[in-house]
């Protein structure tokens, strides 16, 4: 039987998806958060097996995000809930390895049925979130360049960045004159607007 932790910053829909996936005989609901941080925490407590996890709690930076979601929950499969109009969240659920991804509006037998076949070790992947993603103007950065953008975006400056990378702060410097070259961009804060209203980021 499957442990499920639900993560939805809506209560209403949040408490739904409690009801209704507690309702299955196969299903235990274990725990429930309103944040990415309390799902990481709520998981620690009550290692579940699936994590339904809204992708409008990942915010802005959701590669960064999801890397620490599944550090935290190293054993737990994520099941992604994004809309059409999120490709930077589809792209980064393929890069780290999601169990699944459907849109927000399946109906309530898809996400039960995705549940089922995460957990048992499936992959699902919702063609119209992807189709989104595919059809989106693919970034022109390589995976590190973005990784370095997505924690300029958070605030960081090149040393912190060069620390939490576990880089030179020589190469970030390299790294950001990169990107802003190949994003045409004037400056740093440019390249995050041009890579943000590309899904980039």
Known sequence: MPRVLVADGLLLLRQALVVALGAEADIEVVAEAASADEAARAALRARPDVAVVDAALLG???????????????????????????????????????????????PLAVLIDGVRRVAAGGRLLDPDVMAGALLAESSPLTRRESEVLDLAAQGHAPGGIAAALHLAPGTVRNHLAAITGKLKARSRADAIRIARANGWL
């Open 60 to 106: 802005r930076h959701a590669a960064t995000t999801l890397a620490r979601l599944r550090r935290a929950l190293p054993q737990c499969r994520l099941l992604l809930l994004a809309g059409v109009n999120r490709p930077a969240v589809a792209r980064a659920a393929l890069r780290s390895g999601v169990g699944g991804l459907l849109g927000r509006d399946v």
